[in-house]
Each structure stands twice: as C-alpha cells, then as structure tokens.
C-alpha cells in the first residue's frame, strides 16, 4: 500500500495538494503558536474525521462517475435509528449499530437500484432521495433530538485507546480498507474504468450495473457510519444532523484530486483534501477569523479546485 500512496502523490493531483497543504501548515504556523501543537493537531484529526469517512465512501461513487447528494440525510437517518435502539435504559449496541449500518445500505442499494434502472442522472436521483431521507429521519425521531444514550454509545464518539480518540481510529481504519479496496482489488479496477469508459467497460465484459449500485451501498454504509460518531460525539440523535456534510464530503474528494468526470481518484488524496479543509477551519478558528468570512473562503477553494480539475482535464485531452 506505500507504494500506491507513494505513486499517488507523484501525480500532479495529490501531490498539488500535499504541497498546498504543507504550505497552508506553515503559513497558519507564522500566524498563531498554538497550531502545531500536539493537543491540536488531535483535535483537527478528531474534528475532521465524519467528514473523511463519507468523503472516502463518496470517492468510489464520484471515480465511477456519479454523485451522491443524500450523504447527510443517510448521516442523519442512520444516527437517529442509532440513538434510538442505544437509550440508557433499554440500549443494545450489538442491535443499534448493525441496524444502522443495514439502514444505511439499504438506501445506498434504493440510490443505485434507481440510477440503473431508471438510467436518470445520480444528480437528479440523490438530489430526491437527500429530501427523502430527511424526511424519514424526522419522522423516526418524531421531529425530535433522540437523548439520554447509553455511556457504552457515547464511548464510541467520545473516548479513546491508547490515548487516540475513538473516531480518529475509525478513521484510519476506513482509509486502509478503501486504499486496499481501490488499489487492490478487481472491485477498485473496475470502479476506475467504468469511470473512464462506461461503455467499453461494458463491451469487455466488467457487470457495469453491479458495480454502480456496489459503489452506492459503500457510500450509504460510510454514510452510516458516519452518523453512528457523529450522535454518539453529541450525545445525541439529532434529525436534523448532516446538513450540508455532503457538499463538504464532495469537495475534500474533488480537492483531492479526484476528476469529476471519473476515472481518476485516489484515497490518499481525499484524505489529504479533508485535512486540507480541516486545517483551513482549525487556522481559521485559532485565528479568529468570522465564521461568514470562514464560509467565503471555504467556497473560493472548492470553486478552484473545480476550475484547477477541469483545466487538468483539458491539457490532457
């Protein structure tokens, strides 16, 4: 696996954004002490990791060619159906968690199930599912914060091994198992060249409509995931939860070099696009910088690194 996140930071794609990230690192660095601390550096790793994991699940999407709008919503559902079989006094996690996780591949499985046979765009179909989902979720709590978790639950968005916060362990172990998945496997091969060329993919024989609704599951699954540390961080199943985390997910893939044309993307390089994000709000914060300001400048960069992809794209035409 080095040697796959090695290659991929040779590449102009990651490797752009491991130098811009190395540079933001100092330029924050000059501008508050408390930045590279251990303590915060924790902190941005622990902060960040929600969104690295859905960004990892919607990086097979996206390289497959699609897109994926209803993270959030997914998010949100699956930390409410978390929350509410994970109360103090009736909680079961070996229930509440693979149910979550279920709910969440249910709805990536609807997702890709549609977009294949219906042939109408992801953009559309996810669009209608986000609002879907969302609605679901607050028909479950009953429109209402779900609370009063168990501490076994709580644990998991909030307590540490070994001195490392639990979600900061989910995070690394996601990122191992979508490197080895992507750049090891025939599923991660052919998820590449159904983005690069639908057709000839089918032509030579790859199940092009399996592998679509494969990559959607993944998607939902992490998207559950994400939901089970995010309610268990807050203490909390909030209906309400993961508005926006989509579009944020979407742009650490698309900073990270990934093509939003498909075929072309790397877990290494999301990851270094979520950190990237992260440390921009973290210097942001430390800086005292205005939240307005934080979001003007946060939309500047996903608006360049689209223009950066697409001018990437076109020089290798």
């Given at each position: 696996m080095i040697k796959e996140?090695?290659?991929?930071?040779?590449k102009s794609q990651s490797g752009?954004?491991?130098?811009a990230l190395?540079?933001i690192?100092f330029?924050?660095?000059?501008?508050t002490s408390?930045?590279?601390?251990e303590?915060?550096?924790?902190?941005i790793?622990?902060?960040?990791?929600?969104?690295?994991?859905?960004?990892?699940?919607?990086t097979?999407?996206i390289?497959?060619?699609?897109?994926d709008?209803?993270?959030?919503s997914?998010?949100?559902?699956?930390g409410?159906?978390?929350?509410s079989?994970?109360?103090?006094d009736?909680?079961?996690?070996?229930i509440?968690?693979?149910?979550?996780l279920?709910?969440?591949a249910?709805?990536?499985a609807?997702?890709?199930?549609i977009i294949?046979l219906?042939?109408?765009?992801p953009?559309i179909v996810?669009l209608?599912s986000m609002?879907?989902?969302?609605?679901?979720a607050?028909?479950?709590?009953?429109?209402?914060?779900?609370?009063?978790?168990s501490e076994s639950?709580?644990?998991?968005?909030?307590?540490d091994?070994l001195g490392?916060?639990?979600?900061?362990?989910?995070?690394l172990?996601t990122?191992l198992?979508c490197?080895?998945l992507?750049n090891?496997?025939?599923?991660?091969?052919?998820?590449k060249?159904?983005?690069?060329?639908?057709?000839a993919s089918?032509?030579?024989?790859?199940?092009?409509?399996r592998?679509?609704?494969?990559?959607?599951?993944l998607s939902g699954i992490?998207?559950a995931?994400?939901?089970i540390l995010?309610?268990?961080r807050?203490n909390?199943?909030?209906?309400?939860?993961?508005?926006?985390f989509?579009l944020?997910a979407?742009a650490?893939v698309?900073?990270g070099g990934?093509?939003t044309?498909?075929?072309?993307?790397?877990?290494?390089?999301?990851l270094?696009g979520?950190?990237f994000?992260?440390?921009i709000n973290?210097g942001?914060?430390?800086?005292n910088?205005?939240a307005?300001w934080?979001?003007?400048?946060?939309?500047?960069?996903?608006i360049l690194?689209?223009?950066?992809?697409r001018?990437y794209q076109?020089t290798?035409?």
């Amino acid at each position: 696996m080095i040697k796959e996140w090695k290659d991929d930071l040779l590449k102009s794609q990651s490797g752009g954004i491991f130098i811009a990230l190395l540079v933001i690192c100092f330029l924050i660095s000059t501008q508050t002490s408390r930045f590279l601390t251990e303590t915060n550096l924790m902190v941005i790793f622990n902060q960040v990791s929600v969104n690295a994991i859905l960004a990892f699940g919607v990086t097979f999407v996206i390289i497959s060619g699609g897109i994926d709008l209803s993270l959030g919503s997914m998010l949100a559902v699956a930390g409410v159906v978390a929350a509410s079989f994970s109360k103090s006094d009736t909680g079961n996690l070996w229930i509440s968690l693979p149910l979550a996780l279920l709910v969440g591949a249910l709805m990536g499985a609807i997702n890709g199930w549609i977009i294949v046979l219906s042939k109408v765009p992801p953009f559309i179909v996810t669009l209608g599912s986000m609002t879907i989902a969302r609605g679901l979720a607050l028909i479950i709590s009953d429109g209402r914060p779900v609370s009063d978790l168990s501490e076994s639950f709580n644990f998991i968005g909030n307590g540490d091994f070994l001195g490392i916060p639990i979600p900061i362990i989910f995070l690394l172990i996601t990122f191992l198992f979508c490197s080895i998945l992507l750049n090891k496997t025939v599923f991660g091969r052919y998820v590449k060249a159904i983005g690069g060329n639908e057709t000839a993919s089918f032509v030579s024989g790859i199940p092009v409509d399996r592998i679509k609704c494969w990559v959607y599951v993944l998607s939902g699954i992490f998207a559950a995931i994400g939901g089970i540390l995010l309610a268990a961080r807050i203490n909390t199943g909030q209906p309400n939860a993961g508005l926006g985390f989509e579009l944020d997910a979407i742009a650490a893939v698309i900073i990270g070099g990934t093509s939003t044309r498909g075929g072309k993307g790397s877990i290494i390089g999301t990851l270094l696009g979520v950190l990237f994000i992260g440390v921009i709000n973290n210097g942001l914060d430390l800086m005292n910088v205005s939240a307005y300001w934080q979001q003007v400048v946060m939309g500047g960069i996903i608006i360049l690194a689209v223009v950066i992809d697409r001018f990437y794209q076109n020089t290798k035409k």
